[in-house]
Each structure stands twice: as structure tokens, then as C-alpha cells.
């Protein structure tokens, strides 16, 4: 094990595939001569050159495009977006040629193609590139949604990604690119579609994906003085989704709270509460609550950025009432 920080194990994950792999190439603005606007490509033109590593001009949708034509020709590439914000101006070759490539084609076309780089609020970024848009991606067939919240993730996950012959979107966070963790060296896979319980526990589960992984934790540790034991599950991929792993938990703990950074309406935990409502409705003994971000657009001061986020006490209050232990209020921003 070597300690990592997350964007050090992107850019470890990154190199290894392409040192094994000639056909994988990295492309996107300033991912060469600046070493990434993030620094997660740092070091990699000086390794793998100007035709592996390529930075291109300010256009989502064109460079994009030539990423989709790339992997339609043989070549594996890694498309860096500065921000997933700015893949809304790709959004035509991601949904309309690289998710629906291979069926279009009779199966004649795969796509292997990622699509990376950090999504979510990071500090004051305002309501332009703060969006959490993953929900727009696990909407669209034929696409994956990746989202690694822990530094081993984030390398396991990539390289999984990378050498999936599907298109995977796969989103980062800005806010966790300097957290550090263990980080397995070599053959690190691991699978799409397997999450992982960060914190067992019998009495809740709180599902929670990206860096409210974190937010999640640090409720229960507060919740665990107060002898209330929680299960936080971390999807890791949100399509495919490890529904059983899921399932089973609230099948042991009879309650479950989603927490997701992103808007609720049409959310990502808006499917996660259908498919458990749907499919371990007997065993539930509340109603499963959701935390969200707020139904705005992000607010660029500072103390309205934090009211607009979830955070712990949300988190808490949230566990607090489907165990009864407090009355019900307004429920947070769902």
C-alpha cells in the first residue's frame, strides 16, 4: 500500500493503463503543458509525448468528438473535462454518438471511451460550475456513471473504466483531490456496479455517493455517541448499480436515508428510493428520507453555498426521524 492523495491515484491509475495499453490516449484542455488544470495529469506528456497526450483548444463539443471517432477506429481515449460543467457542451457526442454508437451500429461500433474530470460544488464556484449532473448521465442507456469517493477507488475505478470497451462517464470531485488514503500499487480493478459499505452498522442505512460519503461518515460517528449504529454504503457506480448490496442492507436495518449533493427533483436518489421502496417495501419501518442539495442554482456567497450543500446535521436530523427520535419537520430540501 502506498499513501495517496486522490488526484495522485488518478494520475497512478492513468499512467499504468497507458504504459500497458499504446492505444490509450489522454486529451482535453490544458492536460499537457500545465499538467491539468487539477495537476491529475501531471507528468504525463513528458512520459507519453505530444501524440498521447494532447491538449486541445476550448471546444467540449469537438474535442469530444474526436474522442468518440477515436474509440470508433481502435484507439482507447481518455477525455478530460476542467469541469463536468462544462460537459453540458458536449452533452450531443456524449448522449447521441458515444452512448448509442454500438446499438446504432449493429454492434459493429463499440465506444470505449472515458469521460473525466470533476463535477460537483467545490468553494464558492457559483451556480455556472457547481452543478452535480450525474443524474442527466445515468439517465441516457448506454452510458456508465462512475463516481469514487476514496483515493483506492479513484485508481481501481479508473482503471476499470478505462478499459471497459462501453463509455463511461466518470466524475471526480474537485473538494477531494488533496485527500489522502491507501492506495493499492499495481493491478488495482475494481469492478463497476460493486459498492462498497464504508461503515457497517444494524440500525439505519445511509446511502451516499462522491464526497457526501464523507458528510455521511462524520453524521454517524456523531450519531454512534449517541448509540445509534449506521450502515453508510458507498454505490461507487451509479449505473450499473449494485441494487442487491443495497437491498440487503435495509433488509437488515428496516430504514434507510439517501443523501446526494445534487438537486432532488429527478435525482439520483429519487431511483434509489423507488428501487428500495419497490423492492424491500415489507421490510421497511419508516419512510425512506432523502438529503439533498438545495432546488437553487448555486449561490456564490459563502454562507448560502454551505445552507444550499447537505451537511452532517441534515444528515443527522434526517436518521433521527425515520427512528422516530425526533418529531417530524420540514423535510430538507427534498
Known sequence: MAMLTYREALNQAMREEMRRDSTIVLMGEEV?????????????????????????PITELGFTGLGVGAAM?????????MTFNFAILALDQIVNS????????????????????????????????????ESWFCHVPGLKVVMPSTPADAKGLLKTSIRDNNPVVFIESEVLYGTRGDVPEGEHLIP?????????????????????????LEAAADLEKEGVDVEVIDPRTLRPLDTETILESVRKTNRAVVVEEGWAFCGVGAQLVDTIQHRAFDYLDAPVLRVTGADVPMPYAKNLEHLALPD???????????????????????
Open 73 to 81: 477506429v481502435g484507439l482507447r481515449p481518455i477525455v478530460e473535462m
Open 312 to 334: 452532517k446535521q441534515r444528515v443527522k436530523d434526517a436518521v433521527n426521524r425515520v427512528l422516530y427520535r425526533q418529531p417530524a419537520a420540514a423535510e430538507a430540501h427534498a
Open 192 to 216: 463497476l456496479g460493486v459498492a462498497d459499505i464504508k461503515r457497517p452498522g444494524k440500525d439505519v442505512t445511509v446511502i451516499a455517493h462522491s464526497k457526501m460519503v464523507f458528510v455521511a
Open 98 to 133: 458515444a452512448a448509442k454508437m454500438l446499438y446504432m451500429s449493429g454492434g459493429q461500433f463499440p465506444v470505449p471511451l472515458v469521460v473525466r474530470g470533476p463535477g460537483g460544488a467545490a468553494h464558492q464556484l457559483a451556480a455556472q460550475h457547481s452543478q452535480s449532473i
Open 32 to 56: 499537457g503543458f500545465y499538467n491539468g488544470a487539477y495537476k491529475v495529469s501531471k507528468g504525463m506528456l513528458e512520459e507519453f509525448g505530444p501524440m498521447r497526450v494532447l491538449d486541445t
